[in-house]
Structures are given as C-alpha cells and as structure tokens.
C-alpha cells in the first residue's frame, strides 16, 4: 500500500490534479477511499487534504482569499480528528472486531449501535405510553423512562381487561394472556421475518396480542384494543384546552361587556379578529358567521396539537395520516351538505360545449373528492417532515458518535445548531398549517356556495 505523502502528489502541471472518487481509488488504493467516503481521510496527510479541498492552491494568486480560509478550516477540522478516529480503528482491529457472549448456547452477540429508524418511527407512531429515555446500568441493560398509559382491551370468550401499560414492562412480560410486541422479541423469536401470502407483516411492534401458555403471540386470535394511546390522550389533553380557553373567554365577555379585553383576551382575540376578517369574510360572504365557529374549533384544535407536538416526548399528533384523515372527511362533510344547486350544476352540467362535458364532468367529480385529500396530505406530511427532519439532525452526533467519539462530539454543535434552526421553523410552520387548512377548508365551502356569492352581488 502505497504511503500517502506529500512526495506523491501530483504537480501543479498535472492535468489529473482534480481529483475524482475514482482517481482517489486509483491513485491511492481503496482503503484510503474507503476513509474518504467516510467523510473523513484519516489516513491523509495534511497536505493531501490541502490538495483536494483547494486544488488551485499555490498555483496562481488570483483566487479569492476566502477560498484559502476555507481550505484551512477544512485542513484542521480534518487534522485534529483523524488522530482519535485512527487510533480508535487500530484498536479495534488489535482487539477483534467480534463479540462472543460467554456460554449462551453458541450464539453470537452483537454490540447494539444506535438504531436512527427505531427512534424516528417511534416518535412518529402512536404507542402506549409516553417514553422519554432510557437508562443503561452498569450491566447493560435498558431502564426506559416514561409515562404509563391506560391499557382497554376486548377479546371474545374473554371479556374486558383493563390495566396500566407499565404492566408489559416494556415488552418483556405477559399480563392477563397478552402481551405488546417490541422489535427486540420480535427479531429474537424470527416474528419480524413472518409474513402473509400478500407479503405484509403477520405482527407488528407496538401492537398487543393475545398469547399461548408459551409466551408466544397468536396470529388468529382477535384482539380489540380501544386503549388510551399517546395520540388520543393528547387530543383529549388539547380539546380539555381549548375548551377551558374559549368558555373562560366566553364568560369574561359576559360579565365585563364591551371593556377592553384583558389577561388572556389581548392573545386570543386578535387571533380570532384575523380568522373572522382574512379567512371567513372574503371567502364565505355573508353567509361567514354559520360557519366562523366551525373555522376557530379547527384552527385553534390544529394550532394546539401542533404546539404540543413540539414539546419533547410527547405525539406529533398532526403528523399521524389517521388525525388528519378525519379533520378532511369532516371538511368533506361540510362542504358537500353547503353545496347549493349552482354548486351541483356546474359539477354534472358545466356551460361548455356537449363534446367537451364527456372530459370535463369525470374531472370535476374527481377535483371534489381531491380537496379533502388535498387536506389531508398537506398537514400530515408537512407535520411528520419537520419532526423527522430534527431527529435526524440529533442523530447525525450518535451516528457520528458509533464512529469515533470526538467524530461525535465534533458534529455536536453542527447538528444542534441546525436542529435548534429547524426546531424554531417548526413553530413558526405550527401556526402557518393551522392557516392553511383553516383557509383552505373556507375556500371550498365557499366554493359550494358560489352561487349564492353572485346573488348577493346582484342585491
């Protein structure tokens, strides 16, 4: 393996000196390509990396100052970590890379790194209960942290069953014949590779299941679970809110009349000010106080939800398909009863010529089922998005971290710069996707309504 030093770089007068990931591989072999896909050439020499990031350097004088700088920031970012990080392999490699676990039955164990895809789905999917972090002793083993949650189950020829979460231990023990499946079990008994005729998942991390005298998960029997999970405990928490903020406004009016708001009237009642003069008026007409109180109860439940989503350890509820499935066919409903006849005529007979209907009726009957759906995706994906996108940000320092812990430490900043960015854009996207869908739920109705909207104009 040829030694990468500063006697084996190119000449100025190379015509090859712009290196490619090729002729990275060719000229210097691919273990060191292997380190420099790896973000970091920790077998480089200083002035190899020098070479790479600024290949002009040293050969002309024109160049903007400012590419130099940047270059040494690259240089030394490159050169004071690739010490620790090559130690660290050389260690590995003198002490073994395998990990046999001492006399359990001839299985091999691996060290557990740290698994991004099971932190973002499990922030992302409901769950039973409310989990924070975990623990490890000083024997390796995970304690998790969290909240309990009611468990409500139903199977037939059994009845009712009623329990806290925290009786599953986290997926380790069977309560009243049932047990809730994590991905640990599942990988240990081969569940996670058992699939229907269709290719789907016979079981699934996080649900229940009723058990035989074994322990062991029964694909055939139904389970009903109507539990308390995170997403319905949070909702409740969010309408227990807005209830008492709306009722509590409610009654200060009654009692001060027409003084001037206070406490919590000077923020709620500009908010309700703007839905009732920028959403409801200008797309509803005259007909905006029959539908200004359906338009406030979804803004203010959407905003809510979103906010507390953005609480650490608690549920993106808005970001679940299921939540805003609902909000849209709620929408959908009451779009579709507020159509009028001019609505409906301009669906099935709309005023273009006969041969052009054939095309143009399908089309509409499609775009009044696309609105909902319109709905529905903009606020789930917009909501999962931001979420995912932060954890993926703070789980760049683990990854990194698996690595080599000054690779880990050294990105720390980076990534909870970004994250802490991303996180101050979420609040800000809180309050605009509650906009939206507000505003877009008031353009069709007003839309079913358009008839109506000429009429006035006529009067």
């Known amino acids: 393996m040829q030694n990468c030093t500063g006697s084996s770089l190119p000449g100025n007068d190379d015509p090859a000196r712009r290196l490619s990931v090729a002729g990275v591989e060719k000229r210097w072999g691919s273990r060191k390509l292997r380190y420099f896909i790896g973000f970091y050439p920790f077998d480089w020499d200083f002035r190899v990396s020098l070479h790479i990031f600024a290949p002009n350097l040293g050969t002309t004088m024109t160049v903007n100052p400012s590419k130099y700088l940047l270059a040494a920031v690259f240089a030394l970012h490159i050169f004071l970590f690739s010490n620790a990080a090559n130690a660290q392999h050389e260690s590995g490699h003198q002490a073994g890379e395998t990990h046999v676990a001492p ?44 909240i309990p949650l009611p468990v409500i189950l139903y199977q037939e020829g059994k009845g009712w069953s009623v329990f806290m979460s925290s009786k599953f231990h986290h997926g380790h023990t069977v309560h009243e014949g049932y047990r809730m ?111 200004l109180p359906y338009l406030l109860t979804v803004f203010f439940f959407i905003l809510i939800n979103n906010i507390f989503g953005l609480i650490p350890g608690s549920a993106n509820v808005t970001g679940n398909i299921a939540f805003t499935m609902v909000f849209a066919v709620i ?80 990105f720390s900043p980076v990534s909870i710069a970004f994250a802490s960015f991303i996180y101050v854009i979420e609040i800000m996207v809180a309050f605009i996707q509650a906009f939206i869908f507000t505003n877009l739920t008031a353009v069709f109705i007003g839309q079913s309504l358009e008839g109506d909207h000429h009429e006035e104009g006529h009067h």
């Open 181 to 291: 499946l994590d991905r640990h079990f599942m990988h240990e008994h081969g569940l996670d590779t058992l699939k229907t005729a269709g290719g789907t998942p016979v079981f699934k991390a996080g649900q229940i299941y009723s058990v035989d005298e074994a322990g062991m998960p029964l694909a055939d029997v139904q389970v009903y679970d109507v539990s308390l999970t995170r997403n319905v405990t949070q909702m409740i928490l969010a309408l227990i809110l807005l209830t008492w903020i709306l009722v509590s406004m409610a009654g200060k009016y009654r009692q001060q009349g027409k003084k001037a708001p206070s406490g919590l009237q000077n923020a709620i009642e500009p908010v309700i000010t703007f839905v009732r003069d920028e959403v409801a008026k200008p797309n509803l007409g005259h007909k905006y106080e029959k539908f």
């Open 103 to 146: 006399a359990t039955g001839g299985h091999e164990e691996k060290k557990e790194g740290f698994d991004a895809n099971e932190v973002i789905f499990s922030h992302i999917m409901d769950a039973h209960e409310y989990h924070f972090l975990d623990i490890t002793d000083e024997h390796g083993e995970k304690h998790p942290i969290g």
């Open 331 to 410: 929408s959908f409903i009451v779009i579709i009863f507020s159509a009028n006849k001019h609505f409906w005529a301009h669906i099935f007979n709309p005023p273009v010529p006969g041969f052009v209907k054939g095309i143009l009726v399908p089309v509409e009957i499609l775009g009044v089922f696309t609105k909902p759906f319109a709905l529905m995706i903009r606020l789930f994906a917009n909501m999962m998005a931001g979420h995912i996108i932060i954890i993926c940000l703070i789980s760049l320092i683990f990854i990194f971290g698996s690595l080599s812990k000054g690779i880990g430490w050294g």
